[in-house]
């Protein structure tokens, strides 16, 4: 059966998977969301013996379903390969009564690899399927994390170019070098004189420029999204939910149809969206728990019902969640209004203009399966060091984060199920703060004196991306002035 999607704003427009993919954002602005969550076909019981492939296999071909089998597999293959350091792809660790699903054995060390590993060739195949023949372009900005993950996913992918934005000053040492020692023939790495915010939104200019758009399609070039709110970055991160609660009921943690709560740390709300279609799809999920850092504009969302993101911008030591618009929310608040995309739509443009919206009480009664809270900076630290004494488990800041509200949480609810903490960074990615959580007097030392250290105190292996960027060349030296972007993609797309 055919499976379209809709946007949040606009509920009479069709598209089909592949064609949701190559677009990213609908026109009108809007998300694309499926007409209907799938109903998860593969029964608990096969669960149970599926191997990563297998379990995103099952979950993906009930949303995507305009690709073949084959086309399906191919995908999967390519994107869950050796790249990983282990063959779980993603292994659950039982840390002091609570389970770890460790997201970051990936090229980059973070959770975004696990769906930007498959997303270009997702891509390409849609490409081929709805015949665009010009050469797809990705144009990222970045603070950090995803920027390196879409590098490493589209490196040498034939059809596409990619060309990454970052802050010059903006991201840490192993973020840096991680991008400018990237190899690929179709790659470009570019360091701009400004913050994230005027990358990000220079970028959608770009985008929205109809003339430019013109002039690169003659070239032969069409731009494309590797952002956060393509459902081809959606529909992966469904996957792991499912395999891990296989992998709970193969190894007897828990009973046939017990409920577990899923904890997950978030910033543009994308990962616990996941876990919400997972619990959609019938996976017994009870509670998922919104972990936030100190911008709370979500954990504030939840307890009062307004969204508002009228506040001081806080930089954290878990940068990946530093963030004021949760762009994927959209897409629950689509489902919180009974699909009705007009209502989304005002309320999306209460966001835009006052900067804020705030739902009903009919509204507020359906997200009754949340729960929301956040951590502090000290929290956060304090976390971190709890659990590396009384474990010899390391965690990074942002797994932290949720690692504290899954604790205050289990203390304040006398919920006794079992939790699931969505684990989204290596700790070497942030080694720094973490050893500074462990001990501070590492206060001086730099992010790459420290990896040794690290390894001593974790005994975990230092991960073949850090190694690979300690002895790697620097290749993109590339900078501009923010004003100049545009004239730089198009210099760049001249050979
Ligand atoms: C991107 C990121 C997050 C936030 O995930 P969302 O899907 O944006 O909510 C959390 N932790 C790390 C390490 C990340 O890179």
Do not use: W
């Not at 992010?447 to 690290?454: A, N, R, T, V």
């Amino acid at each position: 059966m055919m499976l379209c999607y809709k946007s949040t704003r606009n509920s009479e427009l069709r598209v089909s998977s592949s064609q949701a993919i190559l677009k990213g954002l609908s026109s009108d602005g809007g998300l694309f969301v499926p007409e209907k969550l799938p109903v998860l076909e593969v029964s608990m019981d096969a669960l149970k013996g599926m191997t990563y492939q297998e379990t995103a296999y099952a979950v993906m071909k009930q949303f995507l379903t305009d690709f073949t089998e084959e086309e399906l597999k191919a995908c999967i293959n390519k994107a869950y390969d050796e790249k990983f350091d282990t063959e779980d792809i993603a292994p659950l660790a039982k840390v002091g009564g609570t389970y770890f699903l460790e997201l970051f054995h990936g090229a980059t060390i973070a959770f975004k690899d696990m769906a930007l590993s498959i997303l270009p060739h997702l891509m390409i195949t849609a490409a081929k399927k709805n015949h665009v023949e010009n050469e797809i372009v990705i144009l990222t900005a970045t603070s950090g994390d995803t920027g390196k993950a879409a590098l490493a996913g589209f490196a040498d992918v034939e059809g596409t170019r990619i060309i990454v934005f970052y802050p010059k000053n903006g991201v840490s040492r192993v973020q840096e070098l991680q991008m400018t020692t990237q190899k690929g023939s179709n790659v470009d790495v570019v360091a701009i004189h400004g913050n994230f915010d005027d990358a990000q939104s220079k970028v959608k200019a770009i985008f929205e420029d109809q003339e430019l758009a013109k002039e690169l399609k003659e070239k032969g070039y069409q731009f494309s999204s590797a952002n956060s709110i393509n459902i081809g970055r959606l529909v992966p991160q469904v996957a792991y939910y499912v395999y891990a609660y296989g992998k709970l009921l193969a190894n007897d943690e828990i009973g046939d149809g017990e409920e577990v709560n899923v904890v997950v740390p978030t910033g543009n709300f994308g990962n616990i969206l996941a876990a919400y279609y997972a619990k959609q799809m019938g996976v017994p999920i009870g509670k998922l728990i919104c972990a936030s850092n100190e911008n709370k504009v979500l954990f504030d969302f939840f307890e009062t019902g307004t969204y508002d993101r009228n506040r001081e911008f806080v930089l954290t030591s878990s940068p990946s969640m530093d963030i004021l618009v949760s762009s994927n929310l959209e897409r629950l608040i689509y489902l919180i209004t009974g699909e009705d995309s007009d209502k989304t739509k005002e309320l999306m443009a209460g966001l835009k203009g006052k900067g804020s919206y705030s739902i009903t009480n009919e509204m507020a009664e359906k997200l009754k399966d949340f729960h929301a809270g956040y951590a502090t900076e000290e929290d956060t630290t304090d976390c971190i060091r709890r659990i590396y004494q009384e474990t010899g488990y390391v965690i990074d800041t942002h797994t932290s984060v949720a690692a504290y509200v899954c604790e205050q949480y289990r203390g304040k609810s006398g919920d006794s199920r079992k939790c699931l903490v969505a684990s989204t960074a290596s700790p070497y990615k942030f080694a720094k703060s973490v050893m500074m959580a462990i001990d501070g007097k590492y206060e001086a030392s730099d992010d790459l004196e420290l990896l040794d250290e690290l390894h001593r105190v974790s005994g975990v292996d230092m991960p073949q991306a850090i190694q690979d960027i300690l002895d790697a060349k620097v290749i993109h030296t590339l900078e501009c002035d923010t004003d100049k972007m545009q004239e730089t993609v198009k210099a760049l797309l001249k050979h």
